[in-house]
Structures are given as C-alpha cells and as structure tokens.
C-alpha cells in the first residue's frame, strides 16, 4: 500500500535553532516527492518539488534531500524564524503530472519559540 | 494575478442541505483538485481534473460532485450534507508537471 509517513508528528525549538523534519514513503514507482507549508488556517504552500535524479534541493533555508534507494526524505530549516510556525506536509506522486496518485502525509507541526 | 480563490470562506449546513463550493483559478492551469482535511489526517483527495470537461474520482468521492465547464471553474457539490463531511476543503490547481497552488480553503460545519 503506497504510505507517506512523517516524524516527528509535533515540534518544538527555540527561535534561531536548526531542525530536521522526516519523511519516508512506500509508494512505487515513484516519481516526484514535494513539501509543503501550511500556516494555521491557510492553504499548503509548496517549498520543494524533487524529482528521482535530485537529492538535495535548497529553497532559502529550507533544504530538502531525497534518498530514493531508502525512500527517505528530509527537511532542514535554518536559523528557524517565529514565522517558520507552522505544519510541513511530505507528499509523494506515484506518476508524473497525475494530481491522481499524489499521497500526502499526515504532517509535522511545528513551533518555534522566542 | 489572485491565484486560486474560493468562496465561501465559512459555512454551516444543516443535516440533509445540499450546497456548491466555488472555485476559481486565473493562471490557466489544466489540472484543478479539490481535497478535504480534517484533524490527524493528511489531505484527502476528493475529485481531480484534468482539463476542462474531464473529471475523475478521487480517494473520498462519496457524496460529492464535481464538473468543469471551463478550464478557470471547479465548482464541488455537497448533494445532502451530512456530519461526516464536516472539514476544511482545499482546491488546489496546477500544470501537469508543476507545483499544486492552494486556495485559502472553505471551512464547512454540517449540524
């Protein structure tokens, strides 16, 4: 069964502070893996999309890496900001250009602290 | 450009009431989908499609409908509302290969 499963499901860390936001997956065959953000009440925001070929991606301070042998991917954030609040979705899409086969994660919430 | 707009931003149905969800985008996407979230579960999609006239089901499609008359519209229709479909729906446009934009969502609450 194609699963998106994201650790910690809760975070958090004090303003300024590094932190690393996992995902693993079994969906197959595989073809793109995306993270999202999404502020409380608002719509997800897409930070990354990354394809089979790419292992890491940067979006400011987001970086993204992709282990496509293990099925892992993670999330860093950088000198994390009270902005950074929020709740970050990992969602794999099993074909390329289908909004049918993408499967999202449950999410992890995260809070920074001043 | 406004992106991926929906109206009404909040709702409260009674049991048995039937009601249409707007959705509107302005930056010609083929594909627009419409997803419901609700607390400890990752978005869940509903119905998708990819261009206008052409519609498909997605994971949770019972007791909605769906239609796309123009490549900007994707109206979704709750047929009889019941408790159950208490949630926070997202439309979400985007090209084939592109990145999915979301809309600000419609919180629905069915008594």
């Known amino acids: 069964k194609n699963q998106v499963e994201q650790s910690p499901q809760s975070l958090i860390i004090l303003e300024g502070k590094n932190c690393t936001l996992q995902?693993?997956?079994?969906?197959?065959?595989?073809?793109?893996l995306r993270w999202y953000k999404q502020d409380t009440g608002r719509g997800p925001v897409s930070l990354t999309i990354?394809?089979?070929?790419?292992n890491t991606k940067s979006n400011g301070r987001y970086t993204a890496t992709l282990d496509a042998d293990t099925k892992q991917s993670s999330l860093h954030i950088t000198a994390s900001q009270l902005s950074d609040s929020a709740s970050y979705i990992c969602?794999?899409?099993?074909?390329?250009?289908?909004?049918?086969?993408?499967?999202f994660g449950k999410g992890t919430k995260l809070s920074v602290k001043p | 450009n406004a992106g991926v707009t929906q109206t009404p931003k909040f709702q409260v149905l009674k049991t048995g009431q039937s009601m249409t969800l707007q959705c509107a985008q302005d930056?010609?996407?083929?594909?627009m989908s419409w997803y419901r979230q609700d607390p400890g579960m990752g978005l869940r999609l509903i119905h998708y499609?990819?261009?206008?006239?052409?519609?498909d089901q997605g994971e949770v499609p019972n007791g909605y409908n769906v239609s796309r008359s123009t490549t900007e519209d994707f109206p979704l229709r709750l047929l009889s509302a019941a408790p159950s479909q208490t949630s926070v729906y997202f439309c979400?446009?985007?090209?084939?290969?592109?990145?999915?934009?979301f809309g600000p969502g419609t919180r629905l609450t069915v008594t």
């Open positions: 979400a446009s985007s090209r084939p290969s592109g990145e999915q934009y």
């Open positions: 995902c693993n997956y079994t969906v197959s065959p595989f073809s793109n």
């Open positions: 990354m394809t089979f070929s790419e």
């Open positions: 969602v794999v899409s099993a074909v390329w250009g289908s909004q049918g086969n993408l499967i």
């Open positions: 930056m010609n996407h083929e594909y």
């Open positions: 499609s990819v261009g206008a006239g052409i519609t």
